[in-house]
């Protein structure tokens, strides 16, 4: 098992750029999750997703978006690209009732 | 709402000594409480977990923590911390009931100095 992959591992961006981060799973769990880890912050819940087709907001959503076609992959959009959007992405998913969410290793993104 | 917050953000302390890392968390619900270590340049990964039964809850690297309800705490303690326990540690809350999401606090990094 892989567990949770995200690409890429760095990426810089220019303002109004868009990229899309990835993240795949392979351990067949429903529940997926993107957060973004900024200093002495803590970890932030962007979206997350119950299962394929379905997503809701966390508690910083605005800037992004996601979707979630297929049980394995859960991309994350940046649309027009901000400074305050730099920062560490991480993805997550756990199954319902485990309460054990794998984390991936993380997408470091810089926005100038 | 739910918050957490984790007292300190930092924690040096030498080898071999006793740490304890505090956290306090704030919800008129019923939560189930986590904690969570990041190692350097790493995702996190679940360390402890308290759902239900014991209050006090170890995990299989000597850490241990005790769900308090009267004070909302749950703290992380070892009695004795290695150099390889260097990293950032936190702690974080779930709703019983709904969506299965967590909260985090801010995190404490842990130095251990020889």
């Known amino acids: 098992n892989a567990g949770v992959t995200q690409t890429p591992k760095f990426r810089i961006l220019k303002i109004g750029q868009s990229m899309t981060l990835q993240c795949t799973q392979d351990?067949?769990?429903?529940?997926m999750y993107w957060y973004r880890q900024d200093p002495g912050m803590g970890l932030k819940l962007i979206y997350y997703?119950?299962?394929?087709?379905?997503?809701d907001k966390g508690e910083v959503p605005n800037g992004y978006n996601v979707s979630r076609s297929t049980t394995e992959d859960f991309p994350l959009r940046l649309e027009l690209a901000a400074p305050s959007q730099t920062s560490v992405y991480f993805c997550a998913s756990d199954r319902t009732g485990s309460y054990e969410q794998y984390f991936g290793p993380g997408t470091r993104l810089t926005v100038t | 709402a739910q918050s957490v917050t984790q007292l300190d953000s930092q924690v040096p302390v030498f080898e071999e000594a006793p740490v304890e890392l505090r956290c306090n968390y704030s919800s008129s619900v019923s939560v189930y409480l986590f904690w969570y270590v990041q190692y350097p340049n790493q995702g996190l990964q679940l360390l402890l977990k308290?759902?239900?039964?014991?209050?006090l809850v170890k995990s299989i690297n000597g850490f241990e923590a005790e769900f308090n309800k009267s004070q909302t705490s749950f703290h992380l303690r070892k009695p004795s911390v290695h150099i390889s326990d260097t990293a950032e540690y936190f702690c974080?809350?779930?709703?019983?009931?709904?969506?299965?999401?967590?909260?985090f606090g801010q995190g404490t990094r842990l130095t251990i100095n020889p």
């Open positions: 351990m067949n769990h429903n529940y």
């Open positions: 308290y759902l239900s039964g014991s209050t």
């Open positions: 974080a809350v779930s709703l019983i009931q709904g969506a299965q999401k967590l909260v």
């Open positions: 997703s119950v299962g394929a087709g379905i997503t």
